[in-house]
């Protein structure tokens, strides 16, 4: 979704959501941060260095954007990719997702991680250094909050006395939990606790290996682990990329996407200089369609 940058604004996004139903895409997809800091501590994204994007000088918060498009949009899916568990605790986290859940009729996908960031942790009172065991702490939390009433969960980092934790889940299933981890300890934690993985193509990261591991440690009775992938139209590092060479990288990532099986590939277009004014997101989709189109 139009999510980054000064171009965005409601009436834009209105209009990129409609024309996106229209035109037959699955769904509509956000990302969590909290500001941009001039001195960034941390390194970007785990691995670009210091110097964040220039994109995320403006950025809309998660949940009220995917609130707006639930209702312009009566069918597409509502997912994040991702939130970052250091920004909330289980019992607001579960309460807001299940509110979504239930206004859209159970289109959310609660795409979740740990974060790079130190920055935005440390205005959340959370020790970056800590943020793993947290998560690990974190899901089961979370998914107790979406159970019976009363609930209750009394653990190290968090702690719930007996409550009745309302709304619950449409149709009293939770939500799908989608992880874009990827690290050894990361890995683990997607296995255990998660429905969906979601790694980013074009990296030379070995993800059918990595799939197939995933899939013969999750619990015994478990679903299948599901693939989302994510595809990039413009380079990490955020070179200028013209809207031939962001649909050349999408036809790449999508060719990727199909030979590994995955059921869907999240678009992100939010780094993309082609993308930079409202009437640029609105044609999106179409431009985007038969690029897409082949791989229906």
Known sequence: MPQLGFHVTGPGVASFVRVADETGFSGLWVQEHLFYPVRNTSQYSGKYGTEVHGAYRSFYSPFELLSFAAALSPRMTLGTSVVVAGYHRPLELAQRVATLDQLSGGRVVLGIGAGWSADEHAQMNVDFATRGNRLDEFLPALVRCWGDDPVEFNGSWFSIPPAEVQPKPFGGRRPALMSGMRSAAGLRRTAEYFDIWNPTVGTGLPIAEHLSWLRTHQPNGSAPMRLITRVYAARPAG??????????????????SA????????????FWSAVASERDWESLPERLADVVGDYD
């Open 239 to 256: 070179s200028d990329d013209g809207l031939a060479d962001g649909l050349d990288r999408i036809r790449a990532g999508l060719d990727e």
């Open 259 to 270: 030979e590994l099986g995955a059921e869907e590939a999240i678009i992100e277009c939010g």
